[in-house]
Nanobody, 122 residues
Framework: QVQLVESGGGSVQPGGSLRLSCAAS????????MGWYRQAPGNQRDLVAV???????NYADSVKGRFTVSRDNAKNTVYLQMNSLRPEDTAVYYC????????????????WGQGTQVTVSS
């Protein structure tokens, strides 16, 4: 079982910054994609940003120019730097890992973190 552990959530005023981290642990051979989704109360879970192995990051239109996703493949860790935060960014942020292969020849699987709360309010 691959586990994803998030950290870095919290409360911040509008215009502030936060950095989320998510580390995958367990038996891991490779991970194809890592990224972040978010879910506000009453809303569906939406993609925020994702980066694939050897690929360019993809972002939701609402966060382009403000958020930056990055990966450290050696550490199986993904980060989300969030700048110029707005009240509408308030949500539970979930880390996601897709195409997780535990040993060569295995089919890839997906894993989710438990979520971390981000609150943007004055």
């Amino acid at each position: 079982q691959v586990q994803l552990v998030e950290s870095g959530g919290g409360s911040v005023q509008p215009g502030g910054s936060l950095r989320l981290s998510c580390a995958a642990s367990g038996t891991i051979f490779s991970i194809y994609s890592m990224g972040w989704y978010r879910q506000a109360p009453g809303n569906q879970r939406d993609l925020v940003a994702v980066v694939t192995t050897g690929g360019s990051p993809n972002y939701a239109d609402s966060v382009k120019g403000r958020f930056t996703v990055s990966r450290d493949n050696a550490k199986n860790t993904v980060y989300l730097q969030m700048n110029s935060l707005r009240p509408e960014d308030t949500a539970v942020y979930y880390c996601f890992a897709g195409g997780v292969v535990r040993k060569p020849g295995d089919r890839g699987s997906a894993s989710w973190g438990q979520g971390t709360q981000v609150t943007v309010s004055s």
